[in-house]
């Protein structure tokens, strides 16, 4: 038999078995269990403690589980793909000519290293003839067609009060360190972060070609700077606000905010009409017109070769890339760079990722997935109905509207309907650097052409091998890319409770993103309108505050907790969707025969171990303080242990008694859906 005919009979019969629902169909990863603890006690370390135990974390990674097991995985898939068309010649264009090259010229370390720093030296030396505040902002103009960070963003989105349309939006920017905090706060882990960027910001710019006292005069004029945009930006939890950063306005109202800088020359070299915009963070914008002129030009200078410099260093010669992973290594805690080739993966999939996510889709993604996945997204809808309609807080005029939202949620599953044409971008072997920037530029300005025109609900906002998944307030979609559609979140050959457990809650957490403290926000028809009556809304927000209480008080070290604003939204998600997902299992199951406990564990059971499988990460400490400082998930620990604890249906499951660590007193329980 050839392969072929191997290959299509293994389909078949994949697919018979996926319709038949085979007895076969696995349960949970018992190995992974840690037996020696009850799930009633601690259930992160009952669900997969024994696979951590047996699975310290790579020195290239800063978290790790099955999940970014399968992550990092789904990257070796990638690299036959390159591997197999970069060998080949193929017509100019094509998606194989493109990410072929492209990952070529990025793996080709001998030419980067003797080209040092001469890709970005023609730009270095146009920032060096500066000399005007024309020339300053025709250069921040420059940057944004490349896609480098300047000291603001640009570029186009929804509108949030018609989010049919896309409109500028113009928000803050220039910060180098992860936020705003770093600058400004006396605790030593700050102290110390800007101790080590001013440190590493000299030596980057010793590697550029300056003098040790030169270098460090740089760093020390760079950090000032962004300290003074930092001392004007939001904190995060005020950016969770939507109406915080809604400040609709006019050219005219955007050029008397900061009467110092040229928009219309700005607007005009980006090739943007003119329209309505928005403006995130107006008091920012106003702090960067005061700098335009009460900063020295020189000063301007030193911070945009900064931003070049820290932006390219990843595909410059040797010594930039080790410096840069050196101040990485300190924020996260990696200890070994990932291999050069896996760094290419990265870099093809995050600038060529509808090219490259086609490859993948064609060869690793099959029909059955898909299917399976639109009949879960179904019952998850189903029982989030049912669900708003058993509510007994909520008045019958705001389940009308939160049922109409329901409705319109628009679920995309695999990959894009219709793919991007690359087929004018020109990638060439002969320098990296020069192929990132056409690549960005090429994004850039397809996204600039969007602005003044209907939203093109077709885009996509993750690539198709992306393990991770998203909700759009504004498109009202929900989206699973075919990178997660596969163990430990989603498997073909796993049972129900296994399945909708691991991707269930995940279908659930991003359908409760539509109805979480941001997501509610928005209408039916992605607008930024409040829906709620007034009695209703003041219920919704006293049960958010149940959890953003739960979560204040999770540490990941003494002195250091989560801050339960900060990451409200995603534990509401958790759950949420965990209850959801819950529901929706037993939908799934109605007229099917029995699912049998497997290796002791009953189905329900399983259900919530394939969660906190799936959820269970090991985290290095730096990236626990990371994540805790801006980031809007909390630690994987509290993201099992903690929407679980509130849930009256897990406790049964496990049969665990008030007082036992995995439930919460009932007076401290919270329910938001």
Known sequence: MTPLRSAILLLVVSAVVFMQGSPQQHGIQVADLNKDVSACDDFYEFANGGWRAKNPIPASMSRWSRRWEAGETTKDKLKEILDEVSAKQHPKGSVEQLIGDFYSSCNDEAQ???????PIQPLLIDIDRIKTQEQLQAMFARFRLYGLPSGFGFGGGSDTRDPNNVIAQVGAGGLGLPDRDYYLKPDDRFKQAREKYTAHMARMFQLAGYSEAEAKGFSDTV?????????NWLDRVALRTPKNTDHKMELADLQKLMPDFNWTVYYKTLGVTPGTLNVSQPKFMEAFNHELTATPLDDWKLFLKWKLINSSADWL?????????????FLTGAKEMKPR?????????????EALGKKYVEKYFPPEAKARMQDMVKNLRKAMQETIEGLDWMSPETKKKALEKLATFNPKIGYPDKWTDYSKLTITRDSFWKDVTTASEFAVRDNLTRIGRPVDRGLWGMTPPTSDAYYSPLLNEIVFPAGILQPPAFDVTANDAVNYGAIGVVIGHEISHGFDDQGAQFDAQGRLNNWWTDEDLKK?????????N???NYFIEPGIHHNGRLVLGESIGDLAGAR???????????GKPQLPTIDGFTPNQQFFIAWGQFRGDATRPETARLMIQNDPHPVAKYRVI???????????????KVGQAMVRPPEQRCEVW
């Open 223 to 231: 950090f000032k700077l962004e300290t003074k945009f930092a001392e």
């Open 317 to 329: 010669s040797s010594d930039f890339v080790d410096e840069d992973f050196a101040f990485s290594s």
């Open 540 to 548: 919704f927000q006293a049960k958010t505050s149940c959890v953003a």
């Open 642 to 656: 903690g929407p679980v604890s509130n849930l009256t249906e897990f406790a049964e499951a496990f049969q665990c």
């Open 550 to 552: 739960q979560f204040d």
């Open 580 to 590: 959801i997902a819950y529901r929706a299992f037993q939908i799934s199951q109605q």
């Open 112 to 118: 980067a290293n003797k080209l040092n720093i001469k």
């Open 341 to 353: 080739w896996k760094r290419c993966v990265e870099a093809t999939d995050g600038l060529l990722g």
